[in-house]
């Protein structure tokens, strides 16, 4: 396996936050981590935790300050601030230091115009802070097998991996990279309408995350296909026949693919900087 090379994380919230605990729950020391932030507030929150981490808020320099010395380079900043976070650390960089960002739309042309490194864009999602994320990673012009591998040693210590061409990571960020949202608004409704049956909202709550949490652990484990797993629990003239056929009125397909497109448009958007 690839071995990570010093990691610096500028801004470290709840993705590239997500990413840094998943590795330290790896067994990454948590002193070979540093990290930016604005607030000093989160800065000391890293701290706390053993990782070394340094505020705008205390030092304006602190994006440069953190990536001296890097050879990955994590980008957790807001889409909108990528452009001027990488000005920032562009003359700190060391030249071989490889840029991964966790930016939606943020192109590898856009970050390749603003610093001299091979880069790489990724879209992981926030199940890497229990280590079962899946990450998408698509290589900009200057990275290539070393700096992709790099790549995959950092997010596999998080979860799985899917290498994909650029042209593809605003479709993946559709599906995984927003999925975990997509989840858990399915388990906030099946809660609402157990609560209309009757349920307090602890019940309800509890039968609808444990009815999820029980069904990917089956999924999981049995390695079946989800329509097989369906299948066993639709009896023939049975009652969940009935939920299913009322389901399939509602053409989820169509409704999560005008979903899934919503979102590319919304990520050609912050390509565009808007
Ligand atoms: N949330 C998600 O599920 C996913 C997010 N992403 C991507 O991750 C990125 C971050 O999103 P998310 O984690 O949700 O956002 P958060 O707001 O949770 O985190 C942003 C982090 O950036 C810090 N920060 C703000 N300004 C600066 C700056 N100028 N320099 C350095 N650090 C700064 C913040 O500091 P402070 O803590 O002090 O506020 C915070 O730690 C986005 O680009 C998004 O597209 C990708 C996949 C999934
Ligand atoms: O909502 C967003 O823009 C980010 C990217 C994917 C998940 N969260």
New binding site residues.
């Given amino acids: 396996m690839t071995t990570l090379p010093s990691l610096a994380v500028?801004?470290?919230?709840?993705?590239?936050?997500?990413i840094v605990r998943g590795l330290i729950a790896s067994g990454v020391d948590p002193a070979s981590v540093a990290?930016?932030?604005?607030?000093?507030?989160?800065?000391e929150a890293w701290r706390a935790e053993g990782v070394r981490a340094v505020?705008?808020?205390d030092d304006p320099d602190?994006?440069a300050a953190v990536v001296a010395g890097a050879g990955l380079v994590l980008?957790?900043?807001?889409?909108a601030?990528?452009p001027?976070?990488l000005r920032?650390v562009a003359g700190a960089l060391a030249p071989d230091a490889v840029v991964v960002?966790?930016?939606?739309?943020?192109t590898t042309a856009t970050m390749e115009s603003l610093v001299p490194n091979p880069v790489i864009r990724?879209?992981?999602?926030?199940p890497a802070l229990v280590r079962r994320a899946v990450t998408g990673v698509a290589a900009g012009s200057r990275a290539g097998e070393a700096e992709l591998a790099l790549a995959r040693a950092l997010f596999s210590a998080v979860g799985a991996v899917v290498e994909l061409p650029e042209e593809q990571i605003d479709a993946l960020?559709a599906i995984s990279?927003?999925g975990?949202?997509t989840i858990y608004f399915l388990v906030e409704k099946l809660t609402e309408t157990a609560e209309r049956l009757g349920f307090d909202h602890d019940d309800a709550r509890l039968l609808a995350e444990q009815t999820l949490i029980g069904s990917a652990y089956l999924l999981e484990s049995t390695g079946e296909e989800p329509a097989e797993l369906r299948r066993r629990v639709t009896s023939p003239k049975g009652t969940t026949e009935r939920i299913i056929a009322v389901l399939d009125e509602a053409q989820l397909t169509d409704v999560f693919e005008r979903a899934a497109e919503a979102a590319i448009a919304r990520a050609r958007e912050?390509a565009a900087g808007a």
Avoid: F, I, W, Y
């Fill in positions: 500028l801004g470290a919230g709840s993705m590239a936050g997500a990290v930016s932030t604005r607030s000093t507030a989160s800065a505020a705008l808020e602190a994006n980008l957790g900043v807001k889409p601030m990528v001027d976070t920032e960002s966790v930016a939606a739309g943020v990724s879209m992981p999602n926030t960020s990279g927003s975990p949202a912050l």
